[in-house]
């Protein structure tokens, strides 16, 4: 699966983090955090820093919100493996698997503190073992030093598969639509590198927030230069039907931004391929859609929603040779 979970904070402050809006409204009296909260130019988010009530309850539904998304995958056990995107530290990403996730079962969790200034990490969920040591890739954005903050590197792990055979992930939060498309392009080349030194004997996967709207899949030659000639794009084999994981209501589009891309080992003893029908969005569990269809965001004074994206999950199944 790979699901953005949408500003998954806790309630306290982490140093050096551009955390202020996701803090108890009773600790946003002082004149420092107002004036703060007064520079941002967007209205919504300006409201949420100067009075959203980011309590110990309010983190508590959210994370009840995002298990019930999670669990209403695979028959209550949610998926194998999760790339998630926009959880700020290990602890909450820890709070959701112990306290959470339970029944799934989930024994690794991992996330590393990346640079972004809104504390906002990649992490990965998972119930296959990991083999070695995860590593976070920053990505290099000197070409933009003044959008350099608002940037996440690349989570590398591998995980063994149930035939013991390595399947590498990376889970993944390329630079937003309102930067320039230049700074995606950046973004796909450092998969495409870091990739290039997986070995051959992995099955290798690539899920999350890529950021790549509908105007510049069908308006470039981003994907076709940056992704399909590496990589199998899971939606675009199966899916069927499926509009997209995110809305954007303005110009009445819909888009994947996020996206699992797939390639699978040529030297394995066992071919790991995409179940035909396996490839789907996950919206099952009632709250996570308007009543048009389209994501429900979560709103925390209306105790509804759950992110503004949907959930993508990819199955894989095992074809050996013989077979």
């Not at 590393?112 to 296959?128: K, Y």
């Not at 933009?144 to 390595?166: H, S």
């Not at 996020?258 to 394995?268: E, K, L, Q, R, V």
């Amino acid at each position: 699966m790979s699901f953005n979970v949408e500003n998954l904070f806790d309630s306290l402050d982490d140093a050096g983090k551009n955390d202020s809006t996701y803090r108890p409204r009773a600790t946003k009296s002082d004149p420092a955090h107002i004036a703060e909260c007064e520079r941002i130019e967007v209205e919504r988010w300006q409201n949420d820093c100067l009075y959203l009530d980011w309590s110990d309850e309010a983190v508590d539904f959210k994370l009840e919100q995002l298990a019930r998304t999670i669990l209403d995958v695979n028959d209550g056990f949610g998926p194998d493996v999760i790339a998630l995107q926009e959880v700020e530290n290990l602890a909450i990403l820890h709070r959701l698997r112990d306290e959470y996730l339970s029944a799934a079962g989930y024994v690794e969790a991992i996330l590393i503190e990346g640079r972004d200034i809104r504390g906002i990490d990649v992490a990965f969920l998972s119930r296959l073992p990991l083999l070695g040591e995860p590593v976070l890739h920053p990505l290099d954005m000197s070409d933009f030093p003044e959008r350099a903050d608002d940037t996440r590197g690349v989570l590398e792990a591998t995980f063994e598969l149930p035939d013991g055979a390595p399947l590498t992930g990376f889970s993944v939060h390329f630079p937003a639509p309102f930067h320039p498309i230049e700074m995606r392009w950046l973004a796909y080349e450092h998969l495409n590198d870091i990739r290039s030194r997986v070995p051959a004997s992995h099955h290798v996967f690539a899920a999350g927030d890529f950021n790549t709207p509908l105007r510049e899949v069908e308006g470039t030659s981003i994907l076709d230069d940056m992704a399909r000639p590496h990589w199998t794009i899971a939606h675009e084999v199966d899916c069927e039907g499926c509009p997209g994981t995110n809305y954007f209501a303005r110009a009445d589009s819909w888009s994947f931004l996020d996206m699992i891309f797939y390639a699978p080992s040529a030297s394995a003893a066992a071919e790991w391929r995409i179940k035909p029908g396996g490839v789907f969005i996950a919206d099952g569990y009632e709250d996570q859609l308007n009543a048009n269809g389209t994501p429900r965001r979560f709103d925390l004074e209306a105790r509804r929603g759950v992110s503004d994206h949907l959930p993508l999950v990819m199955t894989l199944e095992t074809v050996r040779p013989e077979e």
